[in-house]
Antibody, heavy 119, light 111 residues
Framework: EVQLLESGGGLIQPGGSLRLSCAAS????????MSWVRQAPGKGLQWVSV????????YYADSVKGRFTISRDNSKNTLYLQMNSLRAEDTAIYYC????????????WGRGTLVTVSS | QSALTQPASVSGSPGQSITISCTGT?????????VSWYQQHPGKAPKLMIY???KRPSGVSNRFSGSKSGNTASLTISGLQAEDEADYYC???????????FGGGTKLTVL
């Protein structure tokens, strides 16, 4: 079955760090760019970051640049998002999505993992 | 990079057609023919409905269609069904450091 499954979310204090993971299955993970998209409670979607199929190129939204790092392990079919210096405004459901860069749309989404930044 | 502009809500009766607009700028919607549309039911992940402006992924009903004129893209749903009630988001590549920008979302109510 083609799917993406995120994990690693939770409650974290402001200034803290968290690493999200996204396990891919059912498609050739190493052939596709992958992205993270987030959704604050009751709000719309916001693109966060994208990484090329090889992992050589990565890009970030201005709001997370310098604090978040996207990476991937193609041998494990897994995408990561390292989040540092977390702020209350980072509170959101984080979705892993297939696509980005050359494929300028997101054709497969995971169920998401909730990150809550609060003291 | 500002979000693309969508109406907050639209509604229609079963069998009718509705159109959701998505207005951007010459830097995003107007420059690239890569607008995509996503359907999101409450508590669920988004689902791709339209990509590259007017293409439908396999498995998406042909009741869904997309178009673009200038800086505005549109999603039309014909033959409205109760299951179409959801939030809809447009998205465009921007070519800038922001890369991708989404619309604020439109809540579709099927009366």
């Amino acid at each position: 079955e083609v799917q993406l499954l995120e994990s690693g979310g939770g409650l974290i204090q402001p200034g803290g760090s968290l690493r999200l993971s996204c396990a891919a299955s059912g498609f050739t993970f190493s052939s596709y760019a992958m992205s993270w998209v987030r959704q604050a409670p009751g709000k719309g979607l916001q693109w966060v970051s994208v990484i090329s199929y090889s992992g050589e190129s990565a890009y970030y939204a201005d709001s997370v640049k310098g604090r978040f790092t996207i990476s991937r392990d193609n041998s494990k079919n897994t995408l990561y998002l390292q989040m540092n210096s977390l702020r209350a405004e980072d509170t959101a459901i984080y979705y892993c999505a297939k696509g980005g860069l050359i494929v300028t749309h997101f054709d497969l989404w995971g169920r998401g993992t909730l990150v809550t930044v609060s003291s | 990079q500002s979000a693309l502009t969508q109406p907050a809500s639209v509604s229609g009766s079963p069998g009718q057609s509705i159109t959701i607009s998505c207005t951007g700028t010459s830097s995003d919607v107007g420059s690239y023919n890569v607008v995509s549309w996503y359907q999101q039911h409450p508590g669920k992940a988004p689902k791709l409905m339209i990509y590259e402006g007017s293409k439908r992924p396999s498995g998406v009903s042909n009741r869904f269609s997309g178009s673009k004129s200038g800086n505005t893209a549109s999603l039309t749903i014909s033959g409205l069904q109760a299951e179409d009630e959801a939030d809809y988001y447009c998205c465009s590549y921007t070519g800038s450091s922001s890369h991708w920008v989404f619309g604020g979302g439109t809540k579709l109510t099927v009366l």
